[in-house]
C-alpha cells in the first residue's frame, strides 16, 4: 500500500509541476499530459498489485500450519531489539552549561563526585552503550558501559552488569532475582538511567544521599503479589562499596527492603506508592575530592509516590506526571576532614531531603517542568566546626524550570535553568542546553 | 547475614499461603485492545473474565506499562494481543514484571491475533527515519470480519488447551457464535459492494484490513511517515492531491489528534469521518458485530453525501 501510495503522490506530484500556470501550456495539451499520466499510474500500480500478490502467495507458501498454537513465539521487533543477539543500544547525550557560582558544595553534606554539579561549557555527557539479550529461556543479561569524564580523563565506568530470571525460570510466578551490578530498586529515579530523566540533573537528595545513583554489586529479590491492587515486596544484599557506602571489607556490608503498591484511579490517572530501606556499613567512604572520609554506618529510608494523569487516556498526546521523593538518612560512625585538621570525630547525626516535581506534556513534542529540592542539614558536632559537614545552619535548596522538545521518543532537546543555594549566600543560577539521543535497540521505559 | 535472608523468605512465603487459592472457577483473560476481550467474552462465556488493557479512545501503540496493569497481568490465564509490535511498547515489560509463566511468549496461554491471519503490509525496514514501521506487517487486523473468525477459532483452541474441562461448553459457544457471524457476514459483503473504489484518506494505517475488506481506495494518509505526526508540508500536498483526484472521506479514529483532519478538511471540503475502530472496554456480547455494523452505516452514509 505504501509503495502504492507513493506512486500514486509522485505521479501527482508530477502533474501538480506541469499544471503551473508560468509553463501557459494550453488546456488541452495539460488534459493529453493528465491522460498520460493516468495511464502510467494505473501500469504501476497493476505492476504493484501484481508483485504484492506474489508476496503474499510466497508468505503463505512459507506460513507453518495453524493447528500448532504453542510453538509460536512473540516475534521481536527491530526498533526494540535490534535484530542483532545481544541488542546493541547507544545513548547519546551532550550539553551546555553556563554557572553563575564558581563552586558548589553542599553546606554539611559530604557530597561524592557525581553529585556535584556537571562541567560548565561545552561537554559530552555519560554516552551509554548497552548489550543485552535472553541468555536462554530462563535469563537475561544486561551490560552497560558509561563513558564519562572525570579527574579530566575519559574513562569507562560498568554502569549496569547483571542476569536476571525470566519468569520461565522456574520460580513460583511473580519472583524474580536479579544479581551482578544494577540500578537497584530504590526510590522512583534510582532504577532509571539518568538518560531518561525530566530534567537534565539529579534532585539534590539523589546527588547528596546517593552520589546521583546506587548501583553496587549486588543480589536483589522481589515479588510481585497475586493481589488485585499492584503490589510488590523485595529486598537485595550488596557488597557495601558504593556510595553511600565505601570500600568494603566484608563484601556483604549492605542489605536493602522495599514495598510498592499501586493503581488505576478511574481510566485515566494512575499512581504508585514506595517505601525503601538501604542499611549498611561503610568502609572509609572518600568525598568532597579526597578530602572527607566517613567510617560506620549508615542507614537511608526512602518513599516515593508518583501520579501521572493523561488526560484523553493517550499519554502520547497529553499528560500530567507528578512525582515525589523523600529521603531520611542517620550515619552513626567517625568523620575526618583533612582541610578543616579533624582526624576521627564521633558523629551520630540524621538528615532528610526531599524533592517535588511537576511535568506537564501540553503537546506530543512539548513538555515543560518545575522541581523543589530541598536538604535539612544535619546538627554538626563540635569537632567539626568549620569543617565541610558544619552547615553553618543553611538547608541548601534548589529550583529547577525545565522545557523540552521531543522528535521521536528517541530524541530529546531540553533547555533548563535552575536557581541553586546550596551553601549560605551562593546563589548559583545555571542554564543548560542539553541533548539525549538514542540509537539502536532501545527497551520501553518502566512506568 | 542469615537473619536477614530468612525474613525475606519468610515474608515470601507468607505472601504465597496469602494468595488465592490456583483452582478460579474463571479463566482470567487480559487483552491488550478492547476487542479481543470482546471477543473473548463471545467465546468463553461465563467461564472467563475478560479485562482490557486499553479503551477504545486509546492508541494501543502507546500507552504507559502501568502499575494496576502488572497486577492484572500477574493474575492472567490467558494473554490475547494484536501482537506484530503493536503492543512493543509496553505488554514485554509487563510480561517481564508480571512473571506470569503460562503466559509468555511460546506458551499456549500467549495468543497473538496476527499470527493467525494473513499480514498486510510487511516490510524488511527497520530504519527509524521512515518513521514508527511494523517490521512484522499491520498489526490492526481486526477490521476484517474474516479475521474474526480465524482469530476466534484460535481463542477457542486455547481455551480448550487451558481449561479441557470445558471443552462442551467452548465448543458450543464457538459454533453459536460463528454460525451468527457467518450470516452477519454475508449481509455485510453485501453491503459492501456499494462501496467498493469508495476513495478516502487515513490519518494512520490503522484501517489497512478494513479497506481491503471493503475494497475501498486508499488515496493517502495523513501522517508522511508512518507514527509521526502529520507535518504541514505533507498537508500541503494532500491539500494539492485533493483538488485532482477525488477523496469521499478522511477516516480517523476516535483517539488519533484531529487536528490535522480538520485542517485538510476545512481547506478542501473532504468530510472528517470519525469510526469506532474497536468496542468499548466493557463490551458485551452483540457489540463486536455492532462495530461493523456501525461502521458500514457512517462509510454508507459518507459515500451517498459525495
Known amino acids: ?7 500514486a503522490s509522485a505521479a501527482t506530484a ?22 498520460e499520466i493516468r495511464a502510467m499510474k494505473e501500469a504501476y500500480e497493476n505492476r504493484i498489485a501484481q508483485l504484492e500478490n506474489r508476496i503474499k502467495m510466497m508468505e503463505a507458501g512459507k ?13 521481536g521487533r527491530s526498533i526494540r531489539d535490534s535484530s542483532f543477539n545481544p541488542s546493541i543500544g547507544v545513548i547519546l547525550n551532550g550539553r551546555a552549561s553556563s554557572f553563575s557560582e564558581d563552586s558548589s558544595e553542599f553546606a554539611g553534606f559530604a557530597v561524592g563526585e557525581e553529585g556535584e554539579r556537571g562541567r560548565e561549557g561545552i561537554s559530552v555527557d555519560e554516552s551509554e552503550l548497552n548489550f543485552s539479550a535472553n541468555a536462554d529461556d530462563k535469563f537475561y543479561g544486561s551490560l552497560t558501559l558509561a563513558v564519562v569524564r572525570e579527574g579530566g580523563e575519559d574513562k569507562v565506568e560498568l554502569e549496569e552488569a547483571y542476569v536476571q530470571t525470566l519468569p520461565d525460570a522456574g520460580l513460583p510466578d511473580g519472583a524474580r532475582i536479579k544479581a551482578g551490578r544494577a540500578f537497584w530498586t530504590l526510590g522512583y529515579l534510582n532504577e532509571h538511567h539518568t538518560h531518561s530523566d525530566d530534567f537534565a540533573d539529579r534532585p539534590l537528595p539523589y546527588r547528596a544521599y546517593l552520589n546521583k545513583s546506587f548501583n553496587d554489586d549486588g543480589v536483589e529479590f522481589s515479588f510481585v ?26 563484601g556483604f556490608d549492605s542489605w536493602s527492603a522495599f514495598a510498592r503498591v499501586g493503581g488505576d484511579i478511574g481510566d485515566n490517572q494512575s499512581w504508585r506508592f514506595g517505601v525503601y530501606s538501604l542499611r549498611g556499613n561503610a568502609t572509609t567512604r572518600t568525598t568532597n575530592e579526597g578530602a572527607v572520609t566517613f567510617n560506620g554506618d549508615s542507614n537511608l529510608y526512602a518513599a516515593d509516590l ?34 578543616a585538621n579533624a582526624v576521627g570525630v564521633a558523629y551520630n547525626e540524621a538528615s532528610s531531603g526531599w524533592y517535588t516535581q511537576i511535568v506537564y506534556k501540553f503537546a506530543p513534542s512539548w513538555r515543560i517542568g518545575a522541581r523543589y529540592s530541598q536538604l535539612h542539614s544535619p546538627d554538626v558536632p563540635a569537632g567539626l566546626a568549620g569543617s565541610a559537614l558544619d552547615a553553618a545552619d543553611h538547608d541548601p535548596y534548589a529550583i529547577a524550570i525545565m522545557g523540552d522538545w521531543t522528535n521521536s521518543e528517541f530524541g530529546r532537546f531540553r533547555l533548563q535553568y535552575n536557581f541553586e543555594e546550596l551553601a549560605e549566600n551562593r546563589e548559583d543560577h545555571q542554564v543548560t542546553l542539553q541533548y539525549v539521543l538514542s540509537i539502536g535497540a532501545h527497551g520501553a521505559h518502566a512506568y | 547475614m542469615l537473619t536477614r535472608t530468612s525474613v525475606i523468605g519468610a515474608v515470601v512465603l507468607a505472601a504465597e499461603l496469602l494468595s488465592p487459592p490456583p483452582a478460579a472457577a474463571q479463566l482470567n483473560v487480559f487483552a491488550c485492545e478492547p476487542e479481543w476481550a470482546a471477543l473473548a467474552r463471545e467465546l468463553g462465556g461465563d467461564r472467563i473474565e475478560a479485562f482490557s488493557a486499553t479503551g477504545s479512545q486509546q492508541d494501543p501503540h502507546h500507552i504507559r506499562a502501568r502499575p494496576s496493569l502488572i497486577a492484572k497481568v500477574r493474575r492472567a490465564d490467558l494473554l490475547f494481543c494484536s501482537g506484530g509490535g503493536l503492543e512493543v511498547g509496553w505488554l514485554p515489560l509487563l510480561l517481564r514484571r508480571g512473571g506470569r509463566t503460562v503466559i509468555q511468549p511460546g506458551k499456549t496461554g500467549h495468543l497473538m491475533a496476527i499470527e493467525h491471519v494473513e499480514v498486510l503490509e510487511r516490510t524488511s525496514s527497520t530504519d527509524r527515519s521512515l518513521g514508527d ?38 465448543t458450543a459457544r464457538k459454533e453459536a457464535f460463528l454460525k451468527g457471524w457467518g450470516q452477519k457476514l454475508n449481509e455485510w459483503n453485501r453491503r459492501a459492494q456499494h462501496l467498493a473504489g469508495m476513495p478516502v484518506i487515513v490519518h494512520h494505517k490503522s484501517w489497512s484490513y478494513l479497506i481491503r475488506w471493503l475494497k475501498l481506495r486508499e488515496i493517502a494518509t495523513l501522517e508522511a511517515k508512518p507514527g509521526i505526526p502529520p507535518t504541514t508540508q505533507h498537508l500541503e500536498s494532500l491539500l494539492k492531491l485533493s483538488r485532482t483526484t477525488p477523496v469521499s472521506a478522511i477516516i480517523v479514529t476516535p483517539f488519533d ?50
Open chain 1, 225 to 250: 503479589l497475586p493481589t488485585e491492587l499492584y503490589s510488590e515486596i523485595g529486598g537485595g544484599i550488596f557488597r557495601g562499596s558504593d556510595f553511600p557506602f565505601g570500600s568494603s571489607t566484608g
Open chain 1, 1 to 7: 500500500m505504501n509503495r502504492l501510495s507513493s506512486a
Open chain 1, 63 to 75: 506460513k507453518p500450519a495453524a493447528s500448532n498454537p504453542v510453538q509460536r513465539t512473540a516475534g
Open chain 2, 257 to 306: 489528534s484531529t487536528k490535522p483532519a480538520d485542517w485538510l478538511s476545512a481547506k478542501s471540503g473532504i468530510p472528517v469521518l470519525t469510526l469506532p475502530f474497536t468496542v468499548s472496554r466493557d463490551a458485551s456480547p452483540g457489540d463486536l458485530a455492532k462495530l461493523f455494523e456501525t461502521t458500514l452505516t457512517l462509510l454508507e452514509s459518507a459515500h451517498a453525501r459525495r
Open chain 1, 14 to 35: 508530477i502533474a501538480l509541476f506541469l499544471n503551473t500556470p508560468s509553463l501557459a501550456q494550453s488546456s488541452t495539451d495539460i488534459d493529453a499530459v493528465r491522460a
Open chain 1, 306 to 339: 508518583r501520579y501521572i494523569w493523561a488526560p484523553t487516556g493517550n499519554p502520547r498526546q497529553q499528560e500530567l506526571i507528578l512525582q515525589a521523593e523523600y529521603f531520611h538518612r542517620s550515619e552513626d560512625g567517625r568523620y575526618s576532614d583533612n582541610n
Open chain 2, 133 to 170: 514501521v511494523h517490521p512484522e506487517g499491520n498489526p490492526h487486523a481486526h477490521l476484517d470480519p474474516k479475521n474474526i473468525v480465524r482469530i476466534g477459532e484460535e481463542f477457542t483452541r486455547r481455551l480448550i488447551a487451558t481449561s479441557p474441562n470445558s471443552t462442551a461448553y467452548f
